[in-house]
């Protein structure tokens, strides 16, 4: 149905599309991503994409806003030079925790992303670990969410610790049991209760048995690295041993990687779905790429054959 491939690398992870395409054997795509005095962007294409395959390589990572617009205006810029079919991958989708409307008079930022996607004109959209499933009905556009799970998991198996799997929160708590059983080990949950009115202010128990075991935290993001820390803190106090955290996406706010430093924590695990800035890595960071899993995804949905057969679906 469609030419060759294409694949170009916006400025959100150029060292994840270079890694995607060493994978799969094809050169990036030569473009100009040109940011005048004013802040505006402009996009042009070395070459044509007239019916192509075309894939835009792009993580919402910082700036955030300004990588949102050059992926929004490349889509255009493709677009308007007549490509075959405009896929966007995005191994980190911004605004996903803004998924519902669970305050008063609050926007459902998710979704107007998942328009403007649309309305730009992609035809298709993949990212890894999603922070809400239920986002990827906000699109009407085909997609796929995949997860890395399976990725950090096999790196734990080969450690063969004997460990126990805690989630930081409850809303983790259906991934986590993905993780425990995947690894074969016992699960555990951190269970976070409000105290009065003070927002803030968390009552911390934990549900399971830690003591004497080693101990894999596992979430989907570490932003400020709030919730790991009171995660790790508590499992140390019910008697865990060497602790390992594992996250998808080092989103990694201010005061993050500091929070993280001072922890006793033996390894932290996380993928490239980001670009860790050298400042903000950690002695005891191990970093996974994720280049493999979306180069074959992506050999997969030019080739029209199944994603579901690389997690056995």
Not at 227 to 233: E, M, W
């Amino acid at each position: 149905m469609y030419g060759d491939i294409k694949l170009f690398a916006g400025s959100g992870c150029p060292e994840l599309a270079q890694r995607i395409a060493e994978y799969m054997k094809i050169p990036l795509s030569p473009w100009d991503i040109i940011q005048f005095p004013n802040e505006n962007i402009l996009v042009r294409l070395h070459g044509s994409v007239r019916g192509q395959d075309v894939y835009i390589i792009q993580s919402h990572t910082r700036p955030v806003h300004r990588n949102i617009m050059e992926m929004l205006i490349a889509i255009d810029c493709l677009n308007r030079d007549s490509a075959g079919r405009i896929t966007i991958v995005s191994p980190f989708m911004a605004y996903s925790q803004s998924d519902k409307k669970d305050q008063p008079r609050i926007p459902i930022t998710a979704r107007l992303l998942a328009d403007m996607i649309e309305v730009a004109g992609a035809d298709r959209w993949i990212t890894v670990d999603l922070h809400s499933g239920q986002i990827q009905g906000f699109y009407k556009i085909p997609g796929d969410s995949l997860t890395a799970m399976h990725l950090l998991a096999d790196y734990f198996k080969e450690k063969r610790l004997d460990a126990v799997v805690v989630t930081p929160d409850l809303g983790y708590a259906k991934r986590g049991r993905n993780y425990a059983e995947e690894l074969n080990l016992p699960l555990a949950f951190v269970e976070k209760r409000r105290i009065g009115n003070e927002s803030r202010r968390e009552a911390l128990t934990l549900i399971g048995d830690v003591t004497g075991r080693d101990v894999i935290i596992v979430d989907d993001l570490a932003d400020t690295a709030g919730s790991i820390q009171q995660a790790v803190k508590l499992v140390k106090e019910h008697g865990a041993k060497d602790v390992y955290v594992a996250f998808v996406h080092p989103v990694l706010s201010d005061p993050a990687t500091e929070r993280l430093r001072s922890l006793p924590i033996r390894e932290i695990v996380t993928t490239d779905t980001l670009p860790i800035p050298p400042e903000k890595r950690l002695p005891n960071m191990t970093v996974l790429s994720v280049a493999g899993l979306l180069g074959e995804v992506i050999k997969r949905t030019h080739e029209g054959r199944s994603v579901g057969e690389l997690f056995n679906e």
